[in-house]
Every structure is written in structure tokens, then in C-alpha cells.
């Protein structure tokens, strides 16, 4: 590896390089959020991939799809496809394990991640990934947008980037998921048109979200000690944390106890 | 094996604490099993549950950092047959970088695990050794008479930490 390519990440930390080699990095979609997050990890020198997206490059994925090409989208090239040829134009000795599929269909490749990254449409889907990272201890960062508009007013952006860390806030202690909405959410998304994205508010919070993995990993701030939630405004242009975390306990999330982690244990009674 | 960095630190200021006369002292962690891709194994400590200061015993082989009573043992093992989870013994080599079993960890190791194996067959035994920045285990998987080294000591929090990496 050459020693110039990370010499201006040298501040990351003595041991940042090899921390980041031997990192195993899980991303659920590829789409709009993960497209950035794949190359962006491969910039910073990750090398081991666990990637997982059923879909095809189409046409209206290319107004936010990074490394996404015109005949990707005449040919449906496979996003996961996509993925693979933005990583391995950067990092040629990368192990990239990619499933066009759902990742519940593969699930066991994704128990072995280091930190998973959710770029995922809707709050079941979060649900489901964020209980199958707290199962197998495994750091899960949310990224996600969505576009309101009521009335004659101007649509509004606005989006999140979270840390789910086990053992601390979960995303339902967190407000994000709330049964309600649960329960509404296959009725509704955005009113600016059908899952509204853009590649200016999901490049925010995909490279935020990628900050907070590497800061997580080299601890090079010294200061990431608690849940991650950042509020994006992308009306204001604003990423703030969310007002919630001034108000969280110290208690232990009752959602995922500490002791439900691993395989489902059944005891003869 | 992954456990979160709140067990972690609370193994360590267990660990750390003197005793009367023990030159160490020694714990339990109970661990879960997990199944990952490529038929990799991922073994989870949930709890710890450290051996009271009375259940120290006075060694006569001076070269022993810590003897425990066989009542400690005992109530490991109850817990095991009890919850299904695995038993790791440990303790801590007061020193920086990666530790080493001694030959006295070596030899006693094997003889704790088969008593929990005998009580629970179907989990993940071993031990783990600390030492103030790295850690490595043995472990036993369910069935295995002969024990692997984890290649890997994931500690979940702020910040993650890796130790006993290959």
C-alpha cells in the first residue's frame, strides 16, 4: 500500500490504517445514502465489504446515485455490481461479499460485520436491521431523508444520521421508530413525489455518517462517547443533534436487554 | 468474541482491585453463542460474576497468582446448567500488550472447562486473559475436546477496540 495515498489521514492516528484494513463494514442499500458511503469507504482504505441490495440501476436513480453511469441504467446494471467496481477502482486487494437480495435472505454474512451502515426505505426495515445489530453486538449508524409538504407551503427536508450503539438508546428510545408511525408508514412517503431524494442532502448525511464510523474506530477526537443523533435541516442547509439526547436517561434501553444477544437459546423446561 | 465496553470496564475494575493475599484475582464471565457466515463462531459474554474475596484460597505453590475455593467453581457451573451459557474464567496479567497463558493457566484451564462441559454441553467454554490494553481467550466450542484461540476480542462502545487479532 503506498504510503502517500492516507498521508493526509496520518492525524486519524497511528493505528487508524490497520484499525481501518481489518474492519469489517456492513451496508444495506446502495442507493442515493450507501452509493456515497461504499466509495467513501474505500477513499479512506476499508477493505473488507459485506453489501446487500436487491435492486437494478434505473434511470431515476441517476440523479443521486454515485458511480452510476448512463449504461448502467440502460443495462440495469445490479447496484451491488455498481458497488464492487467503485471499490475495486479503488482498493484492489478488497474482499466485497455482495448479495442482490434482501440481507434477511443472507443473514449470517452480515453477523460478522464490525459496524453496519442502514441505508434503508422505511422504519420497518430499520427495525429489523437495527434488532439483528443489537443481537450480534454490532454497532448500527442509520442514515435517512424524506421530503414533506403540507399545503401551498415550500416542501421540507429533512433527514437523520444515528448512532445505535448496544447497550445504549436504540432508535424507539431514540423517537425515531414509534408504533405509530410503524403502522402508518406503508400509506405515506413524502408528498414531494415517490421516496424524494437528492444527491446534495444524502451526500451530507452519508459523509457524516461515515465520520462518525471512522471516529468511532481511531477515537481520533476523543470525544465520541455517547448516541449519535444529527438532525438535518436540508431547507437551512443545518445538521444539529437532535434535542432528544438532553433529555435521555441513564437507564439501560428496554428494547434489546443486555442479555438478549446471540443465537435464540432454547432450554428444555 | 464481542462484549460491550460497560462489561468490559466493569471486569477490569474488578480485576484490578488488590486482595488480602492473592497476588490476582480471578471472575466469570457467562457468554451466549452466535453463528455467523463461514461457519464462524461468535461467542457473546453477557455477564460477570466476580469470585468473592472468601473464596480466595491461601496457595502453597507460591508461583499461583490466585486459587479459588471449588465452591466458586461449583456456583459457575450451576449457572452454566442453569441459563445455558458458557463459562469463561478470568483474570489479568498486570502489564501492558498482549498476554500470555502460563503453563500453570495452561494446565488448570482444560480441567475447569470439562467440569463445565460436563454441566453444559452445548455452550462455549474457555477463558480470557487481560492484561491492562489487550486480551486473548481460549476457547472450547460445543463437542470440541481440544480448544481454539478467538481470533478476535471486539469491545462495543466508545471507541470500538480490537484485541487478540491474528
Known amino acids: 500500500m503506498s504510503v502517500d495515498r492516507y498521508s493526509r489521514q496520518s492525524f486519524l492516528g497511528k493505528h487508524a490504517e490497520a484499525l481501518i484494513r481489518t474492519c469489517v463494514v456492513g451496508a444495506v442499500g446502495l442507493g442515493g445514502g450507501g452509493s456515497h458511503i461504499t466509495q467513501q469507504m474505500a477513499h479512506i482504505g476499508f477493505l473488507h465489504y459485506i453489501l446487500y441490495d ?78 439483528c445489530a443489537r443481537r450480534y453486538l454490532i454497532p448500527y ?25 448496544p447497550g445504549g438508546p436504540c432508535l424507539t428510545c431514540l423517537g425515531l421508530l414509534t408504533e405509530d408511525e410503524l403502522s402508518k408508514e406503508t400509506a405515506r412517503y413524502g408528498s414531494a413525489g415517490p421516496r424524494p431524494q437528492v444527491v446534495w442532502a444524502n451526500g451530507v448525511l452519508a459523509s457524516t455518517a461515515v465520520g462518525v464510523a471512522v471516529d468511532l474506530l481511531t477515537d481520533w477526537t476523543r470525544g465520541l462517547r455517547q448516541s449519535v443523533y444529527l438532525c438535518y435541516y436540508g431547507n437551512q442547509a443545518i445538521l444539529q443533534p437532535h434535542i432528544r439526547l438532553e433529555y435521555l436517561g441513564t437507564e439501560v434501553c428496554p428494547h434489546y436487554p443486555p442479555g438478549q444477544v446471540g443465537d435464540p437459546l432454547f432450554k428444555a423446561l | 468474541m464481542r462484549m460491550t465496553r460497560a462489561l468490559y470496564h466493569s471486569v477490569l475494575a474488578d480485576l484490578s ?21 463461514n461457519s464462524l463462531h461468535l461467542v457473546f ?7 468473592p474475596d472468601e473464596q480466595y484460597i491461601k496457595a502453597a505453590n507460591l508461583g499461583i497468582g490466585a486459587e479459588i ?6 456456583l459457575a457451573m450451576q449457572r452454566t446448567m442453569d441459563t445455558g451459557e458458557g463459562a469463561l474464567h478470568v483474570h489479568m ?46 476457547l472450547w466450542l460445543p463437542g470440541q475436546a481440544d480448544p481454539i484461540p478467538a481470533e478476535r476480542i471486539s469491545i462495543v462502545g466508545y471507541p470500538l477496540g480490537f484485541y487478540g487479532r491474528q
Request: with cysteine.
Open chain 1, 54 to 131: 436487491s435492486d437494478v440501476v434505473e434511470e431515476p436513480n441517476l440523479n443521486r446515485h454515485v458511480g452510476a453511469t448512463k449504461a448502467d441504467a440502460t443495462d440495469n446494471t445490479p447496484k451491488i455490481e455498481v458497488a464492487r467496481r467503485m471499490i475495486l477502482g479503488l482498493q484492489l486487494e478488497a474482499s466485497i461479499e455482495a448479495y442482490q437480495s434482501r440481507w434477511q435472505d443472507h443473514p449470517y454474512s452480515l453477523r460478522g460485520c464490525d459496524v453496519i451502515f442502514g441505508c434503508v426505505d422505511g422504519l420497518a426495515e430499520r427495525r429489523e436491521l437495527e434488532a
Open chain 1, 141 to 165: 449508524i442509520d442514515i435517512g431523508i424524506d421530503v414533506h409538504q403540507v399545503g401551498t407551503e415550500p416542501p421540507v427536508m429533512a433527514g437523520q444520521v444515528i448512532l445505535s450503539m
Open chain 2, 17 to 37: 482491585r488488590p486482595h488480602l493475599f492473592a497476588k490476582e484475582r480471578v471472575g466469570f464471565l457467562f457468554a451466549r453463542l452466535g453463528t455467523a457466515a
Open chain 2, 45 to 51: 459474554p453477557v455477564d460477570y460474576a466476580p469470585v
Open chain 2, 69 to 74: 475455593s471449588s465452591a466458586s467453581i461449583r
Open chain 2, 93 to 138: 496479567h498486570e502489564h501492558s500488550g498482549r498476554p500470555r497463558f502460563s503453563r500453570i493457566d495452561s494446565r488448570e484451564l482444560p480441567l475447569l472447562v470439562t467440569s463445565f462441559q460436563y454441566a453444559c454441553p452445548g455452550a462455549a467454554h474457555g477463558g480470557l486473559l487481560l492484561s491492562k490494553d489487550d486480551a486473548i481467550a481460549l
